[in-house]
């Protein structure tokens, strides 16, 4: 299925510097795996190097997508959650050089080609766009939410290591991975600048598009996935910002509120959208699929 849409659906300079991307996301995933669990055996700025190489090929990619096409890869939910691996990757390359965290990339890379898999499994081919957008507001709308979602995904990676870390500490468990793992500041830091970051950006972004809308609009908003994946993600950057802010949360439960909210924004993403999909696919006249 990923050639297929890649011979009918773009063109060539596309096509290649997305195979190069994937395939060096997926690389990346593995030498950082290895750097963290067998450090003796491979480096992570083997990762970081790899990563890079992919990022910059992603963004070679994006760039022959709106030469070829306008901004119709805005409107395709395959390129959208590729978009947002684009912006997880910036920020994670960001983050580091602005305070390394080398054990960072174990657990970013193998994100971003775990949504790479995800995107080619549950989102369809790049094919099925509605054309390009001639708003500009829906556009930067539609740049902010993704980057929005880059940001949040840095928080949740940032967490995940923070509850580990902190576990191992308190049960005094000597680990050479943990050990690697950045100190528990500088992951509480990250994790509070990617909320303050993330929820302006998305609040703008749903304003922007909210002064979109029809009156066809609102009355479909309950049947898109991806609006309402973006308000449960709202909702849980508020409640992480409003809960730290009274005093709410303390201790863990402002890492478990951003994980769980993760789960629950894949959730409600993936479940809406299988449910789309199968709603629209084309019925004969005895019933079947």
Known sequence: AFHDFSRDAIGPVAAVALHAAVAGYVVAGILALVALLLPARARMSWADGTGMSATGALGVY????????????????????????????????????IKPMPALGGFAFPALSLIFMLSFLLAGSAGSSDGPLDNPLLVLHIVLTVLA???????????????????????????????????????????NQCVLVGLPLLTLGFLLGFATFSASDWGALHHNP????????????????????AGWLHGRRHYYLLLVGLLLVIASYVGLGLVERASRQPVDTAGRV
């Open 62 to 97: 994006f760039v022959a997508r709106f030469l070829e096409s306008g901004t119709t890869p805005l409107q395709n939910i395959f390129e959208v959650l590729v978009l947002s691996a684009f912006f997880l990757a910036l920020a994670y390359f960001v983050a580091t050089r």
């Open 149 to 191: 979602y880059g940001v949040f995904f840095m928080a949740a990676t940032a967490s995940l290591m923070f509850l580990i870390s902190e576990r191992a500490l308190k049960r005094r468990l000597e680990s050479r991975i943990v050990a690697s793992f950045p100190p528990l500041e500088s992951l509480k830091r990250l994790v």
């Open 226 to 245: 991806k609006i309402l994946a973006s308000l449960v993600l709202w909702t849980v950057l508020l409640a992480t910002f409003v809960g730290r802010l």
